[in-house]
């Protein structure tokens, strides 16, 4: 079975320095879907889960931003799917544009040929894009690069309300490297996980 997690609870317990058997398991389990939360929100990205379903998009321009997502693999794209739903082909009349860092997409382009006007953009001012596809960077722990697991075990621990000579299992003469936080770069997300997703951060100025 799929693990959807960035990280897990023996990656964090390792990195805390935190007794196997420790009884406040419970808490660190819910923190972990929290931090996949946290870390999709503050970059911006779809990170997990991998699924297949349908989203629709703004169409104000040829290029079309489909923010916090991460496609995978498109299935269809339907221009205008309200009314005329336009049914586009692949090169021809849109491209993706793929980030090399997780072979997803954030955005779409539109050719020049399609006409963006529709009942909904003469009401509005903006047309209509529904995608279907694959969405999601990676569908399991194994899949999740170095960088992004770390600054989810970090932020795991970031969140523990404890300070850390009040954690079961740490040796206080050999503390761990950094101390809970709740500041930092935002979205509750401790600076030094950050610095380690920085280059995914499409809410960064300057990625696109």
Same mark, same amino acid.
């Given at each position: 079975?799929?693990?959807?997690?960035?990280?897990s609870l023996?990656?964090?317990?390792?990195?805390?320095?935190?007794n196997t058997?420790?009884?406040?398991?419970?808490?660190?389990?819910?923190?972990?879907?929290?931090?996949?939360?946290?870390?999709?929100?503050?970059?911006?990205?779809?990170?997990?889960?991998?699924?297949?379903?349908?989203?629709?998009?703004?169409?104000? =321009?040829? &290029?079309?931003?489909?923010?916090?997502?991460?496609? *995978?693999? @498109? %299935?269809?794209?339907? +221009?205008?799917?309200?009314?005329?739903?336009?049914?586009?082909?692949?090169?021809?009349?849109?491209?993706?544009?793929?980030?090399?860092?997780?072979?997803?997409?954030?955005?779409?382009?539109?050719?020049?040929?399609?006409?963006?006007?529709?009942?909904?953009?003469?009401?509005?001012?903006?047309?209509r894009l529904?995608?279907?596809?694959?969405?999601?960077?990676? =569908?399991? &722990?194994?899949?999740?690069?170095?960088?992004?697991? *770390?600054? @989810? %075990?970090?932020?795991? +621990?970031?969140?523990?309300?404890?300070?850390?000579?009040?954690?079961?299992?740490?040796?206080?003469?050999?503390?761990?490297?950094?101390?809970?936080?709740?500041?930092?770069?935002?979205?509750?997300?401790?600076?030094?996980?950050?610095?380690?997703?920085?280059?995914?951060?499409?809410?960064?100025?300057?990625?696109?």
């Amino acid at each position: 079975m799929a693990e959807i997690a960035l990280c897990s609870l023996a990656q964090v317990k390792l990195e805390g320095r935190i007794n196997t058997n420790d009884s406040d398991d419970l808490i660190r389990e819910q923190l972990i879907p929290d931090a996949l939360a946290r870390l999709n929100a503050r970059t911006g990205r779809e990170f997990m889960p991998h699924t297949t379903a349908t989203h629709t998009f703004d169409v104000t =321009s040829y &290029l079309v931003v489909m923010e916090n997502h991460d496609l *995978r693999r @498109a %299935i269809r794209v339907t +221009l205008h799917p309200e009314y005329e739903a336009i049914d586009l082909v692949p090169d021809v009349d849109y491209e993706l544009d793929i980030d090399p860092l997780t072979g997803t997409a954030g955005r779409i382009r539109l050719a020049p040929h399609l006409n963006l006007m529709s009942r909904r953009a003469r009401t509005y001012g903006r047309a209509r894009l529904e995608v279907v596809g694959e969405w999601g960077c990676w =569908s399991d &722990l194994s899949e999740v690069p170095i960088d992004v697991n *770390r600054a @989810a %075990i970090l932020t795991v +621990l970031s969140a523990l309300e404890k300070p850390v000579t009040d954690l079961p299992g740490i040796d206080v003469m050999d503390p761990r490297p950094f101390a809970p936080a709740r500041s930092g770069a935002g979205w509750d997300i401790p600076l030094d996980a950050y610095r380690k997703i920085a280059r995914y951060d499409r809410n960064a100025i300057g990625v696109w």
